[in-house]
Every structure is written in C-alpha cells, then in structure tokens.
C-alpha cells in the first residue's frame, strides 16, 4: 500500500502530523508493505527566495490578527507538538520560501533518503535556533549531507534552479487536481484521504480500513498455458 503526503517545510501541522501518522503506522500490523511518499506543497510559492521575516509578523500581516493572537497560536503549537514528543521553539523562528528545499527532497528521493532529510528540515526549521532561510545554499547543503545526502549533489541541485522544478510544480498540480487546498494530505492508495493532523487514531482507522479494501488480484483463466516455477519450466514434448 502507499501513502502520500502532502506537506511543506514551513507548516507546523505538517511536522505534528507526521508525527501522528507515524505512531499510527508503527503499530499497523502491515507497516512493513507500506510505502510513504512524500510530495510538495508550497504555502507561501509566490514569496521570493530572499524575503525572509519573522514568523509572527507573517501571521499579523497574513491573517491580520494581533501580535498577542500569533504568539498564542505559537505557543498552542508549542504544547500541541510537544505531546507528540517534539521540540518546538515558540519564539524567534522565521519564515520564507520554502522552493529549493522541495527540490532536494526530490533529489532525496532518487536515493532513498527522502524521509531522513524532510525530518531534518522539520526539526531544523522548528526546533533549531538557526534559520533554514536567511543563511543561504550551504545551510540546506550541510541539512541534505546530515541526512545521508552527498554535498556535491545537493549543490549542484541548489545551482540549477531548474532541476526538479518541474517535479515540484508537478507534485503540486496533483494536489489541486485531487482537492487538497491545504497541508498535511494524505492519500491512500489513491482511494482515501486524510486532510489536516489529524489524531493517530484516524490514521489508524484510515491505515486500516484502506488495507482491508485492497483489492486483490483477479486472474484470468484463459486455460493452461506453459510457464515457468520454482521447480523449472515446462518443456514442450516432441
């Protein structure tokens, strides 16, 4: 079975999610046939690569409350992750484009590492004191190389603002097409979807229920017919 996620660096609900999803996944019985796919959404795509500002004058200038409602809604989030085992820093995080990092996630995923570094981010973004933003290409470098990538890679990757472009714009077309008009989504096996961060007891009855309605394979019997098995292949008789 596969699960696709939807998600972005810069969404906290995305990184309490995760973290949701996976306490589901890690006690489903069938987690070992489960493939976990991560895609890229951007919620903030139209902001240049150098506009970086604080997190809470985003939230003020975004969605016009006060300095006072932004920061409670950091420190829920704060509380909100800390139950699920996260580290959260409430003040002084900051904000902007998050397009070069969706782009080594798909470098990531070309050599098996994309879970490792969309963690690392995570935990970079939201718990680290130093920005993911505002200190330019050697600070996502030195993230891809702590999860497992190699740093020529991810700089020539960061170099070519063309590569896995079009992979990101095409994870995030497919999302409009299959109604996902916000972050965390998750689709399984193409069948259900879970939107938002959601408890793990949803995940667990949305893992389950997906699993459950597997269809299994139908064969065609068109009669016997020569083939080859464990114990080897037929030989035609003369």
Known sequence: MKVEIWSDIAC???????????????AFPHRDRVEV???????DPGRAKGDVQPVITML??????????????EENLGAQAAAE???????????????????????AKEHGKQDELIQVLYRANFAEERSVFSEGDERLVELAVAAGLDAEDAR??????????????????????LGANGVPFFVLDRTYGVS???????F??????????????????QGDADACGPDGCAVPQS
């Open 12 to 26: 906290p609900w995305c990184y309490v999610g995760k973290a949701r999803f996976e306490k589901a996944l890690a």
């Open 204 to 221: 667990t009855q949305a893992l389950t229920q997906a699993w459950g309605e597997r269809s299994p394979l139908q064969l065609l019997d």
């Open 196 to 202: 938002g961060a959601q408890p793990a007891e949803v």
């Open 85 to 107: 085992g996260l580290e959260y820093r409430t003040r002084d995080r900051d904000h902007g484009n998050t397009f070069d990092m969706h782009r080594l996630l798909h470098l």
């Open 60 to 73: 003020t200038r975004k969605y016009g409350m006060s300095e006072a409602q932004a920061q409670a809604g």
């Open 156 to 177: 020539k990757v960061l170099a070519d603002p063309t590569a896995y472009a079009d992979d990101v714009r095409a994870d995030e077309r497919e999302a409009a097409e």
């Open 37 to 43: 796919v991560h895609r890229s959404f951007e919620l």
